[in-house]
């Protein structure tokens, strides 16, 4: 059964202080945990000052004692990866979902922030201290770190893996050479970085087309991504992947189709291994997730829209693709394995548009929610994470309820709800509460510059402020965090590497040597 603690309204937060206010939970204590202390057993009521902030701390106790640790194999695992989600993305998230159902935003969870099993993971690189998505998800595949720009190939190779040098196997190839089905979904194009660790090994995240590669690259043996991802359906693990739901047709088909090859037609080639293909959203709709059927699904040339530019009667929600993968793999009695990427949270921070990446993160959001509600986490594995940071920041002071993609306003002086002006910076005008170290427009220097209002600072295409001048804002080097929930989601704990992810992978399904010691120490 998986617990959650209750979730305290706006109404709740902001009750008198002179009030009794009791804990509400639904958790179902007949169930708890015998070891657990006895005061835990009952919900308590407390009133007078801060009643309702020691109902709070109570109750998000009472979710911990309960929490179950679940020891089981995993039949599934699903990997969520929030490109670029850095903890100043998750926060600023849950703020502007929170106000968005009318609530002050600060007291709000996102439904991952509720499993209670995370972790710091430390992003770094083989060779750089902040590093690029393929080096990062090339970790979480592979269990190795490599290079910056490199997928799923050992650090410091070039030309090696195209010519039979060993590559590190990826959890994809893992599953498929164990009879599981396997799938990614992803808002990004399903040639970048993230999703392309999944099924490919090149030392260059670039090539994603055969026009992408250079001459000496070809003659040495090598083959682009898109090509590999169709190669997985002849290729030497299983039969190949079962579901792939993105953007990025033109690296799969031919310039007179409007695409970028110069050699052949990757979409042909895969209903000709006896696949389906679709396109649009009446094709996605056309669907039988019954079909056993292996689904190629390219709905943009390039990578899928923004959240708040998608059109729903031509594009799917990355949660309704997230469903469909779902449901057409759970077909295998044996399992799956899922990689889901929000992929556009990365590049609306990389344009310093904050609106976009934060409405991006909600979309991801809600596929991860999707995911939860239709598998049993008794033999599912659920993992949230980031690849990396981005330099994007929370500050100034702000009231409690401040708009989060609003002008700094702060408190009111004499400790009343009443409205302030918005809070002036050095240069006497106005600034937001969210912001970038590098990448954005600089702040305007003068006494002509115009102050910013919430007129154009609200305006989703309106782009946040920046100290230092980049063609490009960058990402980040510290942490970020893992959630997990399901069988052996307490391994992650504490501070990690981003590579030991796999290894917890492998360990929940039962094929790793650690796997292997726990179960002699059971027996």
Not at 1 to 4: I, L, N, S, V
Not at 142 to 158: E, L, M, P
Not at 162 to 185: D, F, H, K
């Given at each position: 059964?998986?617990?959650?603690a209750a979730l305290f309204s706006a109404s709740a937060l902001s009750l008198c202080a002179c009030q009794n206010v009791t804990v509400q939970s639904d958790i179902d204590w007949s169930g708890r945990n015998d070891d657990a202390p006895e005061a835990a057993a009952a919900p308590a009521a407390f009133e007078g000052p801060g009643a309702e902030w020691r109902s709070l701390a109570q109750s998000e106790i009472l979710d911990r004692l309960a929490r179950p640790e679940r020891e089981g194999r995993a039949r599934n695992v699903i990997v969520f990866v929030g490109d670029g989600m850095s903890l100043s993305t998750i926060v600023a998230s849950r703020i502007l979902d929170g106000q968005n159902q009318g609530m002050s935003g600060?007291?709000?969870?996102?439904?991952?922030?509720?499993?209670?099993?995370?972790?710091?993971?430390?992003?770094?690189?083989?060779?750089a201290q902040v590093p690029d998505s393929a080096?990062?998800?090339?970790?979480?595949?592979?269990?190795?770190?490599?290079?910056?720009?490199?997928?799923?190939?050992?650090?410091?190779?070039?030309?090696?893996?195209?010519?039979?040098?060993?590559?590190?196997?990826?959890?994809?190839?893992?599953?498929?050479?164990?009879?599981?089905?396997?799938?990614?979904?992803?808002?990004?194009?399903?040639?970048?970085?993230?999703?392309?660790?999944?099924?490919a090994h090149v030392t260059n995240r670039g090539w994603e087309t055969d026009t992408a590669l250079p001459e000496d690259v070809v003659e040495a043996g090598c083959t682009d991504i898109a090509a590999q991802l169709i190669g997985t359906r002849s290729g030497a693990y299983g039969d190949g992947l079962d579901v792939a739901l993105g953007g990025g047709r033109a690296a799969f088909q031919m310039q007179a189709q409007g695409g970028q090859r110069a050699d052949r037609d990757l979409t042909a080639e895969w209903t000709d291994l006896g696949g389906v293909y679709v396109e649009d959203r009446a094709g996605f709709d056309a669907l039988d997730a019954g079909d056993d059927a292996p689904v190629l699904g390219l709905f943009t040339r390039s990578h899928l829209s923004y959240e708040l530019d998608r059109d729903p009667a031509v594009e799917p929600s990355l949660a309704e693709l997230t469903e469909f993968a779902i449901e057409r793999l759970s077909n295998n009695d044996d399992g799956f394995y899922l990689l889901v990427e929000g992929g556009r949270i990365d590049h609306a921070h990389h344009g310093a548009n904050a609106a976009r990446a934060l409405n991006d993160a909600l979309a991801f959001s809600q596929a991860i929610d999707r995911a939860q509600q239709m598998v049993d986490l008794d033999e599912t594995l659920i993992l949230v994470t980031a690849d990396h940071g981005h330099v994007f920041t929370i500050s100034g002071y702000p009231r409690r309820g401040n708009p989060i993609l609003g002008l700094v306003r702060p408190p009111a002086p004499n400790l009343t709800d009443a409205e302030t002006p918005p809070m002036p910076a050095g240069d006497g005008r106005p600034y937001t509460t969210l912001g970038y170290q590098n990448g954005g427009p600089l702040r305007p220097r003068g006494d002509d510059a115009e102050p910013l209002?919430?007129?154009?600072?609200?305006?989703?295409?309106?782009?946040?402020e920046a100290a230092i001048p980049m063609g490009s804002e960058t990402h980040s080097g510290e942490d970020v965090i893992a959630y997990a929930v399901g069988p052996w989601a307490h391994l992650i704990d504490g501070s990690m590497e981003q590579n030991t992810l796999h290894h917890v992978i492998t360990h929940a399904y039962g094929w790793s040597a650690t796997a292997a010691i726990a179960e002699a120490d059971e027996d």
């Open positions: 059964m998986f617990f959650r600060e007291e709000n969870y996102l439904p991952f922030e509720r499993w209670g099993h995370s972790a710091l993971i430390k992003t770094y690189s083989e060779n080096a990062t998800a090339s970790a979480i595949h592979t269990g190795v770190k490599t290079h910056s720009g490199a997928i799923s190939v050992y650090a410091r190779d070039t030309i090696e893996p195209c010519q039979g040098g060993p590559v590190p196997q990826t959890l994809v190839e893992m599953a498929e050479e164990r009879g599981l089905s396997t799938g990614i979904v992803s808002s990004a194009r399903l040639t970048h970085a993230t999703p392309a660790t999944t099924y209002t919430d007129e154009i600072v609200m305006d989703p295409n309106y782009r946040q």
